[in-house]
């Protein structure tokens, strides 16, 4: 299997700087070498060109005009990419999964498993942040005014989109998500039906040939995965996490993948980044024997 690592070192989508060094926080926690040693061939295209971040004391929200030219370019990138490989995005806030999404999906059928404490599914208007990391999904799915020609389309269904151990969702991103078709399986689901049941179901309903697998570090449990923007206590654990990433390794065609919102500067050693590299080795086919 070939893998192409593609960075995209931006804090856009947030108001906590930091994160747009996560590429560097990734690969300095052994992305490649892990990866190689279970047998991947593995690219590093290094990152995707992002404008200067924004100022420490700059405490404007999102950047939209900064997020749309970045996810343009993560998009043809991811596109490229994928025709010889499986791309991996490492951000960066998780705007830039809107272009990984868009570009996994050009020129094939994808569906988008999202795993994250949140929905993403905020639109401008129901945002109580301004923060466009919170209205990722909603954004690659087309909703909320994201899908004018300057943003271009994705070409994924909302049906084949599942959101999978969410806990914190704001009151009109809860309508967002209810009037879509996108399946939602909350952090209550996976603790009292484990999260081996869950992911299975929300493989079932992703009824696309192939699968973008976008995974936000604050899916898991701060104590785990201290380096985030956004923490939300009760995320899943480190065995869930693993065993997660495995049961999609065995039951999904994976196209491409994000491992987002790594900020080294919240983080405790870089173990953030560790954990991520490990889940990514998982889902790309580590096993324990
Ligand atoms: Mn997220």
Redesign the pocket.
Known sequence: MNLSVLGVPTDYGVNRRGVDMGPSAVRYAGLVDELEEIGVSVTDRGDVNARPSCPIECEEPSLFEEIRDVTGCVADSVAEAAHDSVPLVVGGD?SVSIGSVKGSSRDADTGVLWL?A?G?FNTPSTSPSGNV?GM?LAAALGYGGFSDEDWALSSVEPSDAAVVGARSLDEGERENLRDSEVSVYTMSEIDSRGVADVIEDALAVIDADGLHVSL?M?WLSPDEAPGVGTPVRGGVTYREAHLAMENIAEHAEVRSADL??VNPVLDNSNRTAELGVELVASLFGKTVF
């Open positions: 998780h994250d949140h993403d990391h990722a936000d604050d987002v919102e």
